[in-house]
């Protein structure tokens, strides 16, 4: 694809209102790639940090997730090295234990087009279980935590994490697998694809 073909289609995706009626907030649909991207990562929806400043993982989850992978703010930024799409791409509210899930829409509508850009895409990071059941599919185990465990499985186009949210510290801290086996294998993979 063209870089050209690739601005239409941000452009277009920026001016969406296709769930404006059920969003608690006006539309702002927060997502960063180009037809030379190398990493996809695929995470939820934005919260609401990241809806006003319209920057993705512009927040404390997003300084978690540029640790795991093991890269600086301007690496993660540049558009070259990482696609940054979730699954919803406006904040889809509060719930009673965080924020509500991503709108379907957004991946219905969008994701096929983005896809068909990223021909330069060697690895796929998916975060949270509704960008793995999507990209996983029936491949996804019975748990998020099963399906992480078990990420070798899907190695070497994509790779399951959980959120790398501040809310996940309780189960981080009963998985320190994640980060003694999976987070240093993905720093590994990460420095390979982008050097």
């Known amino acids: 694809m063209t870089k050209k073909a690739t601005i239409e289609l941000l452009h277009k995706i920026r001016k969406c209102t296709l769930c404006e009626e ?3 907030l006006p539309p702002n649909p927060v997502c960063s790639f180009s ?3 190398k990493i ?3 995470g939820q929806a934005p919260g609401i940090k990241v809806h006003d400043s319209g920057i993705p993982w512009d927040d ?3 300084k978690r ?3 795991w992978l093991g890269v600086s703010s301007k690496e993660f930024y ?3 090295n990482f696609a940054i799409v979730p699954m919803g791409f406006c904040y889809p509210g509060k719930g009673k234990s965080g924020d509500l899930p991503p709108r379907p829409e957004c991946s219905e509508k969008w994701m096929p087009s983005i896809l068909s850009i990223l021909k330069q895409r060697k690895f796929t990071i998916l975060i949270g279980k509704y960008a793995q059941h999507y990209f ?3 491949r996804t185990k019975n748990t998020l935590t ?3 465990r078990r990420w070798r499985e899907y190695l070497p186009e994509y790779i399951p994490l959980p959120h790398p949210s501040p809310r996940n510290n309780i189960w981080l801290h009963k998985n320190p697998w994640l980060r003694r086996d999976v987070i240093l294998d993905i720093q590994k993979t990460v420095q390979v694809i982008l050097h």
Do not use: Q
């Open 60 to 62: 404390a989850s997003g």
């Open 65 to 67: 997730l540029r640790e």
């Open 35 to 37: 037809e030379n991207s």
């Open 22 to 24: 059920a969003l608690p």
């Open 40 to 42: 996809l990562i695929v």
């Open 136 to 138: 996983l599919g029936a």
């Open 78 to 80: 540049d558009t070259s």
């Open 146 to 148: 099963e399906t992480v």
